[in-house]
């Protein structure tokens, strides 16, 4: 898997994605004053300065400009893991605009946010500090709930006066730091940072309290055991405790014993017995402690010693094992330890990509493609499988087949930059230079980088000639872009 595309976001790593949270909190600014009590909906613009479709738009504008600025993981199936999951969670919350877009960021630390316009950001480090689905659940739900009450909207009633120079500044540095200005861009927003998150300590207590309530309500109804809540705010406690650099999550999410104890007791009185964890989840911290650790080796390490604790019966910490033993080329040890784990789940998605990487690393990419073909027909819309596929035929240089792979995933999944990413790659292959463009095109609008889409709908109205139907739909991309900047202008 290539990460990272973002040519410009290597460079900012670990530092820039602890400060997202505050980020959020400052696009607070140009929402809505909402009435402080009986707040309107999101369906209600009557009362609002602004309308939940600019307010949406205003979201996906700055999304695009967080893309350009920090590094993402474009890993299909924890990409899948956590849409499925927090779309399952959104049906029985309060949010009612649910058109949700994710980000996942390639970092370590802890840290979870959402932002107007249905943004939902996770850090790979919610992974490693969540132990299990339903503490993950409860971030999420807790997250979802910031969303579905409007806290931007109200922060926004209390702190207007100060906040409208910090948001200039914060984005002045946001977009610095996209259009390569490197460190200062990052100084400049470090800076009001800091100011921004002394000020959303004094006025978040309330949100963060409802949040939790909330939160915890709806945890429960999406099926989960409630009691993941404490014990996750127990985790986080204790991270703050021995924890000389409290993650950033912890600044903006103060855990008190009282918050603690607070969640604790509601928790007691709601319904036990839903469910707390799963071998899925399990499988996907696998593959973030994989990804996070210092070299395959050292990971097939850990998860041997694991496996062994368990003796040879624990799924993830053998798929764990599987997965660093094929990337540190030990493939026979792999076929092996693969085994059991494709016996016992044999039309599991992730099981069968392990496999898929092991069949590829061994240059079978025939057997490859009849796994994966096998797999797609019980999930024919899985952006895992049809991904491996595009991936596989790429690599057996089926270019042509490739490319109706990718674009029919594409069709299905357009506001993803790693899928436009990988389309403009095959399409290269395939000779379809429009395609090329077009492709680079949206994959440089979600990334936060206008003026290359631009040159890019150029290029193609270039190479489109007198194609009628083609000149249209570039045209009316070219619209879309220009809305785009306009919205990000106007902040
Ligand atoms: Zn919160």
């Not at 109205?461 to 202008?489: F, P």
């Amino acid at each position: 898997m290539h990460s990272n595309k973002a040519p410009l976001a290597r460079r900012f790593n670990a530092t820039f994605s602890g400060l997202v949270f505050g980020v959020v909190a400052c696009l607070a600014v140009p929402l809505p004053a909402a009435a402080e009590y009986n707040l309107p909906s999101l369906g209600d613009t009557s009362s609002s300065i602004m309308s939940a479709q600019q307010e949406y738009q205003l979201g996906r504008a700055w999304l695009s400009m967080l893309r350009g600025a920090v590094p993402t993981m474009d890993d299909p199936l924890i990409k899948s893991f956590i849409e499925h999951h927090v779309y399952g969670i959104a049906e029985t919350s309060q949010l009612e605009d649910r058109r949700l877009a994710f980000v996942l960021i390639d970092s370590p630390q802890l840290n979870a946010f959402a932002a107007p316009g249905g943004v939902v950001g996770v850090n790979g480090g919610l992974f490693l500090n969540a132990y299990t689905e339903a503490e993950f659940a409860s971030v999420m739900a807790h997250e979802l709930a910031h969303l579905s009450q409007r806290h931007f909207a109200r922060n926004l009633q209390q702190q207007e006066r100060m906040r409208i120079p910090m948001m200039t500044a914060m984005l002045a540095g946001v977009i610095l730091a996209a259009a390569g200005g490197g460190d200062a861009g990052i100084a400049a927003l470090a800076s009001t940072q800091a100011a921004a998150i002394q000020e959303q300590r004094r006025f978040s207590r309330q949100n963060e309290q409802e949040a939790d309530r909330i939160g915890l309500t709806n945890l429960e109804r999406a099926g989960y055991d409630p009691e993941a809540m404490p014990d996750m705010f127990e985790r986080l406690a204790q991270m703050g405790r021995f924890n000389r650099n409290p993650p950033e999550f912890l600044l903006t999410h103060p855990v008190t014993q009282s918050r603690i104890a607070d969640s604790r007791n509601r928790a007691e009185q709601l319904a036990n017995g839903g469910k707390s964890d799963s071998v899925e989840y399990q499988m996907m911290r696998a593959r973030i402690q994989l990804h996070y650790e210092q070299s395959p080796g050292l990971a097939a390490q850990r998860f041997r010693i694991l496996l062994e604790e368990h003796d040879g019966d624990h799924a993830a910490a053998r798929y764990g094992l599987v997965l660093a033993l094929t990337r540190s080329g030990q493939n026979e040890e792999a076929a092996k330890t693969l085994q059991p784990l494709l016996a016992e789940h044999p039309d599991d998605v992730a099981v069968n990509l392990a496999a898929v990487d092991l069949d590829i690393s061994l240059g079978e990419l025939t057997q490859a493609l009849q796994r994966v073909d096998r797999l797609l027909k019980i999930n024919p819309d899985s952006y895992p499988l049809q991904e491996a596929k595009a991936d596989i035929l790429l690599r057996a240089r089926r270019y042509a087949e490739a490319e109706r792979v990718i674009n029919r995933l594409a069709s299905q999944r357009e506001g993803d930059p790693d899928v436009w990413y990988l389309a403009a790659e095959i399409r290269g292959l395939a000779g379809n230079i429009v395609g090329v463009h077009t492709a680079r095109a949206e994959y440089f609008m979600l990334a936060g980088d206008l003026d290359q889409a631009a040159e890019q709908l150029d290029l193609a109205q270039v190479r489109a000639g007198d194609d009628y139907v083609r000149r249209a739909r570039i045209d009316a991309r070219k619209q879309s872009l220009a809305e785009q900047r306009a919205t990000i202008e106007n902040l």
